[in-house]
């Protein structure tokens, strides 16, 4: 276990899936992330990639031949290199290997860059692509944060606030695949109060989030923590069935529409990276 500390905060991160394991407030005594109880979900917040969700068969076509990779891809389940470490910082590194290149035909190097600043973790993903021809990948954050996380509070006291939201209109899943039916929800106050029914069908899936900041707040007491991400086109809220916690998922990338054709190229939400060229995105959490 790799640990970050500070005046403000302990990190606790692990070299598999360069994944953050705990998240913790020395002010408020608090630790905010999920514990990863195996009787509902037994991780904490992997990283999605090369691809976000599900594909339609579990499988994918790049110039004419055919791919395997299961639900949210391979990265979160390898072990990264640890570069850069600090009191504050630490780097992890994944690159491809003979295993990834027989499920996803690309030279790449992935980083997952954590930082404390202050109250406030950042965690910046770089992509780098190593091949000579173009690469086409999806990326997602999947943090899972305890709900409740204080004593005499319960989920149904935990809500939502979203920064420039008024409604909030999510796609269905169908069996792991982006459904064509919507449903909207009106926010009062930008306010989205958080209830175990809501995940009973999967993740609420967001193609036009106008927010770029959601809170975690309850009704109790004045603790929670803002969740602040920057050009993630697609987000996903999630709970495993009457788990206590929350998912909050910015996504570059998105799961495969029920009538997608599979071809790698044309999958929505692709990113597309010229060989040598990077590509950036980042979240960060502040705690109080």
């Known amino acids: 276990m790799i640990t970050l500390e500070n005046d403000y905060l302990k990190v606790s991160l692990a070299a598999k899936g360069a ?21 509902y979900w037994a991780k904490h917040s992997p990283v999605l990639f090369p691809i976000v969700g599900s594909l339609k068969n579990d499988s994918f076509t790049f110039k004419g031949k055919n791919y395997t990779l299961p639900r949210h891809g391979f990265a979160r389940d390898h072990v990264f290199n640890l570069g850069k470490k600090t009191e504050t910082e630490a780097v992890f590194t994944l690159t491809q290997t003979p295993d990834t290149l027989l ?3 690309f030279y790449f190097e992935l980083k997952l860059k954590y930082k404390l600043i202050d109250r406030k973790l ?17 990326l997602g954050a999947h943090p899972a944060f305890a709900v409740p996380n204080t ?6 006291d935990y809500y939502l606030a ?21 449903e ?25 989030l106008q927010s770029n900041c959601i809170s975690l707040l309850n009704s109790k007491n004045d603790s929670g923590l803002h969740f602040h991400f920057e050009d993630f086109p697609f987000f996903g809220i999630w709970a495993a069935t009457d788990a206590p916690f929350v998912c909050l998922e910015p996504w570059c990338g ?6 997608h054709n599979q071809q790698l190229e044309h999958k929505e939400g692709i990113v597309k990276l010229m060989p040598r060229e990077k590509w950036e995105r980042f979240w960060e959490v502040e705690c109080f």
């Open 103 to 105: 499920v996803y035909p």
């Open 151 to 156: 004593p005499n509070t319960t989920y149904d």
């Open 254 to 259: 998105v799961a495969d529409g029920v009538n």
């Open 184 to 208: 909207t929800i009106a926010l009062g106050g930008h306010k989205f109060n958080l209830s175990h029914h809501l995940f009973y069908n999967d993740a609420l899936v967001f193609k036009t």
């Open 19 to 39: 994944e953050l394991q705990g998240l913790y407030s020395k002010e408020t005594q608090i630790e905010y992330l999920w514990d990863a109880n195996p009787k």
């Open 122 to 138: 950042n965690l910046t993903y770089e992509v780098v692509n190593k091949g000579k021809e173009p690469m086409f990948f999806s």
């Open 162 to 182: 979203f920064n420039d939201d008024e409604k909030l209109t999510y796609w269905k899943l169908d069996n792991g695949l982006v459904a064509d039916e919507t």
